[in-house]
């Protein structure tokens, strides 16, 4: 069964309003948690590392302001796009791995961005 | 940087086929390579490779690992429809995150 949630599966905004998204680890503890984007026809591409307890480490051009991420405890992490604009509409998807082992990945959020 | 180049990106076989999908990398501190089929959303995972010339099989796919060429190949023998999807290889190197190659794109025609 799926070890890593995410939701919601898909959202359709309006141009300018923000966007969260939630990524929980179901039965362990992630103190790191990973952001990926995927465009229509391109590969995962890494957002930012999720740290818990402490601010997230963002991947050279992605907006910390803009993609908030709060990792407040051991099993949630959130992702939030600010203002959204249509060129933000993409396939976000959270991963998280038990010490260890491989990463899981969420289902994914797909964000329509009118 | 980390950096994973697969190969071909694009590939059409029919049924029965076999396929080999190739993907090559540089890692500061190679940790492990791993492959994942995504079709519609999220990636599935299929192998993790940590050691040089072991094969990894699961039915019919199978992947290894060259360290010393940094490499790996995934194959899939007697194709099916089932397995045209998008076929990502991603390296981890020193820290836990994952850096992906663009993916090939099977198509697996009746």
């Known amino acids: 069964g799926a070890v890593v949630s995410q939701h919601p599966s898909w959202v359709i905004c309006k141009s300018g309003t923000s966007v969260k998204i939630e990524c929980r680890s179901l039965d362990f503890q992630a103190t790191t948690m990973f952001w990926y984007r995927q465009f229509p026809k391109q590969s995962l591409m890494l957002m930012a590392t999720s740290n818990e307890g402490s601010k997230a480490t963002y991947e050279q051009g992605v907006e910390k302001d803009k993609f908030l991420i709060n990792h407040a405890s051991l099993t949630l992490s959130t992702l939030t796009v600010t203002s959204a604009h249509p060129e933000d509409s993409s396939f976000y998807i959270c991963s998280a791995s038990r010490t260890g082992e491989k990463l899981f990945f969420g289902s994914g959020t797909q964000l329509s961005v009118l | 940087e980390d950096k994973v180049v697969q190969s071909p990106l694009s590939l059409v076989v029919h049924e029965g086929d076999t396929v080999t999908l190739n993907c090559s990398y540089e890692v500061t501190n190679f940790r492990s390579l791993l492959w994942y089929k995504q079709e519609k959303k999220a990636p599935t995972f299929l192998f993790m490779l940590?050691?040089?010339?072991i094969e990894k099989k699961s039915g019919r796919l199978s992947s290894i690992l060259d360290k010393k060429e940094l490499f790996s190949i995934l194959n899939i023998t007697a194709t099916q429809t089932g397995d045209s999807a998008v076929y990502l290889c991603?390296?981890?190197?020193?820290?836990?995150?994952?850096?992906f190659g663009k993916g090939t794109k099977l198509t697996v025609n009746p």
């Open positions: 991603a390296i981890q190197g020193g820290s836990e995150k994952l850096v």
């Open positions: 940590t050691s040089s010339g």
